[in-house]
């Protein structure tokens, strides 16, 4: 996989277009993803889970986070994963539902940029077993020099 910035990552599979906005449901063939992608000046995000199966979903995460090239590097060449993803089940308490884990991670001029991605049966996405699912993703860069920052993504909706 090539290591573009998250939007053009999503432009380049006719995914983003409108994806700045909100949620969007794409149907790609017989697989059908769902994708919210939000940014501000600081950071662009983007959650998507595809369903590949009866029972299985691929579930990724995208990230930018605007900074120096040199920042970048630094937090990369920390001891230990410099970012994690979780998927986080939207409650009245919100639960870490799984680790996402990191496909890669690297530094560009408009920062730095991360990819994580896990594939999962249906019941790893059915955090409330009484009703919908509400699913959004959690990711925490963790800058060793300074402290750790998390960035939400908007929420997807069951069926997914
Ligand atoms: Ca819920
Ligand atoms: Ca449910």
């Not at 573009?4 to 794409?26: D, P, S």
């Not at 009703?131 to 959004?136: A, C, P, S, V």
């Amino acid at each position: 996989m090539d290591k573009q910035g998250v939007l053009q990552r999503f432009t380049r599979f006719g995914v983003m277009g409108l994806a700045a906005l909100g949620i969007m449901t794409v149907t790609a063939g017989a697989a059908q993803a769902k994708t919210t992608c939000s940014n501000n000046d600081r950071h662009v995000i983007c959650f998507t889970i595809n369903k590949v199966g009866s029972d299985l979903y691929d579930v990724s995460v995208g990230i930018d986070v605007r900074m120096s090239r040199a920042d970048a590097d630094a937090i990369i060449a920390q001891a230990g994963d410099p970012v994690d993803a979780w998927a986080m089940g939207a409650d009245w308490f919100d639960n870490a539902e799984f680790r996402v884990p990191l496909a890669w991670v690297n530094s560009n001029d408009n920062g730095l940029s991360a990819q994580f991605s896990i594939r999962v049966p249906y019941n790893a996405l059915d955090e409330d077993p009484d009703g919908g699912d509400e699913l959004y993703a959690r990711v925490r860069l963790f800058d060793q020099r300074t402290s750790t920052k998390t960035f939400k993504s908007r929420e997807l909706h069951s069926p997914f």
